[in-house]
């Protein structure tokens, strides 16, 4: 499993990767992008919207972060964000003139994302919280510990909930880390906030405690032997 989302890696980090003229800080929407009607209710072209909409909402968001507004240290937060507005604002027009759509399509779209790439970023995690899970686990039934079944159990419930939660904040980092090399900009600014695990945290904290214990159970079952 390992090995399958090492070599997926490219592909996470590719996927609607944006890239050349792409990436400005000047609020321009690329010439050479090529304009054509889009019907919504093809999955093709609802993922082309998507991407074109992040694209310039990435745009909207280097644009501001060049601006005065974000370079001074004493920078006014309500003039960047209206820095940030009115570029993206600009650029969904453009968008939705190119493709014949509302700007309010192009807007929504910005939230549409590639569930089977989110779900190998996952997996990738998931692989690596395994490993991690596997080498500190057996630290748990260290002497008396592993003789008191009881005792052990306590202690594996207890090490796999703060084990959800150490598995949510380093999620979080993971996923964000990822994003931004997808994207290629350091800076997600409010876009943090529409990645999976923020959206699903729960999900998140009960996967990662119930990995741990069934780890840490395997190598109770190790200790006792």
């Not at 070599?7 to 944006?18: D, N, Q, R, V």
């Not at 002497?143 to 939660?165: H, Q, R, T, Y």
């Amino acid at each position: 499993m390992i090995t399958r989302a090492a070599a997926l890696l490219p592909a996470i980090l590719t996927a609607g990767c944006m890239a050349g003229p792409y990436k400005n800080a000047n609020c321009e929407w690329p010439a050479s992008h090529a304009a054509a009607r889009l019907d919504l209710s093809s999955s093709g072209d609802t993922r082309h919207l998507a991407d074109d909409a992040q694209t310039a909402e990435d745009l909207a968001i280097r644009h501001a972060d060049a601006s005065a507004a974000r370079a001074s240290h004493s920078r006014d937060v309500g003039e960047y964000q209206a820095v940030r507005e009115r570029c993206k604002a600009a650029l969904f027009t453009i968008v939705a003139g190119q493709h014949d759509v509302s700007d309010a399509a192009v807007a929504a779209a910005v939230a549409d994302r590639r569930e089977w790439l989110d779900a190998l970023v996952f997996l990738g995690f998931a692989a690596l919280f395994a490993i991690i899970a596997n080498q500190v686990s057996p630290l748990i039934f260290r002497g008396a510990i592993a003789d008191s079944p009881a005792f052990a159990a306590s202690m594996l419930v207890v090490a796999a909930l703060a084990a959800g939660g150490a598995g949510v904040l380093s999620g979080d980092v993971w996923f964000g880390l990822v994003e931004s090399l997808r994207i290629g900009n350091g800076h997600m600014s409010y876009r943090v906030d529409r990645l999976p695990i923020r959206q699903h945290w729960r999900v998140a904290f009960a996967a990662c405690s119930v990995l741990f214990a069934a780890v840490s159970a395997v190598q109770y079952r190790k200790a006792r032997s």
